[in-house]
């Protein structure tokens, strides 16, 4: 079976019936998903494999029913198990991971719930950074990569710019520090330098943000820009080149 069949499929019931308006829910599936996630908390508490298993399958239906957050609580089980009896599962991580992002889709970015969404992208640059290889899993992370830039491009819209407050903006800056980096990551194992480079300088550039693991990589990425730099050939400006060309001629 090939690496793109392996990962979960989106099949899901909108929460909401009315997408441009959340404060109109369906009732009946609200408090499903919440009884559903309330449940499988409960049995994940309980450090026993059998209820393991089940709150796996409760998240897996809150999933179904339109729960971004259940999508990315089984990205965070999958990558990293809580029961030491379960082994990690980085492909079905990502696919949860990649649901838990479409169903976000389906909000208005107004509404989003950035922390929930910064648990995402951090669960992403993990599989990213150490739990794939560039070769094997390339279709599973360009993916990846190609949901982090949609989601890029929709956090520059007005509509969430203009509502963010003070926290939500540095919620904001951290979730782009950790895509952005990974963007300059991709580059960088693919022997893009010159993008690496380009990429992991605007990660510098977001700015601080107050969340301790966006600040080491913004600190990673100036390293990174560092030790890259000599790999980049530095071309000097056309201006140059004719100066030098004409204190050759003189001087022949």
């Given at each position: 079976m090939n690496e793109k069949s392996n990962l979960p499929r989106l099949t899901t019931t909108s929460v909401y019936d009315d997408i441009d308006n959340p404060s109109i829910s369906m009732p009946l599936t609200s408090t499903k998903i919440q009884k559903l996630i309330q449940e499988a908390e409960q049995k994940l508490e309980k450090q026993d494999a059998q209820e393991y298993s089940q709150s796996i399958i409760l998240l897996e239906q809150a999933t179904i029913l339109g729960s971004v957050y259940a999508a990315a609580k089984l990205g965070a089980l999958y990558l990293n198990?809580?029961?030491?009896?379960m082994a990690s599962n980085y492909l079905q991580a990502a696919g949860y991971y990649s649901i838990a992002l479409k169903l976000m889709f389906m909000i208005p970015c107004k509404w989003w719930d950035l922390k929930l969404l910064l648990d995402i992208i951090s669960g992403w640059y993990e599989l990213i950074r150490s739990?794939?290889?560039?070769q094997r899993d390339s279709y599973t992370w360009n993916h990846g990569i190609k949901l982090m830039k949609q989601i890029d491009k929709k956090m520059q819209e007005p509509d969430l710019i203009e509502v963010l407050t003070h926290q939500d903006n540095e919620k904001w800056r951290a979730i782009r520090v950790h895509m952005v980096f990974c963007y300059a990551l991709t580059a960088e194992v693919d022997n893009d330098y010159p993008l690496a480079l380009k990429l992991y300088q605007?990660?510098?550039?977001?700015?601080?943000?107050?969340?301790l693991s966006a600040e080491k990589l913004m600190k990673k990425a100036h390293t990174k820009y560092r030790l890259l730099e000599s790999r980049v050939p530095r071309v000097?400006?056309?201006?140059?080149h004719v100066k030098m060309s004409l204190v050759a001629i003189e001087i022949a």
């Open positions: 198990p809580q029961n030491t009896l739990r794939f290889d560039r605007e990660t510098e550039r977001v700015g601080s943000c107050g969340f000097q400006p056309v201006c140059v």
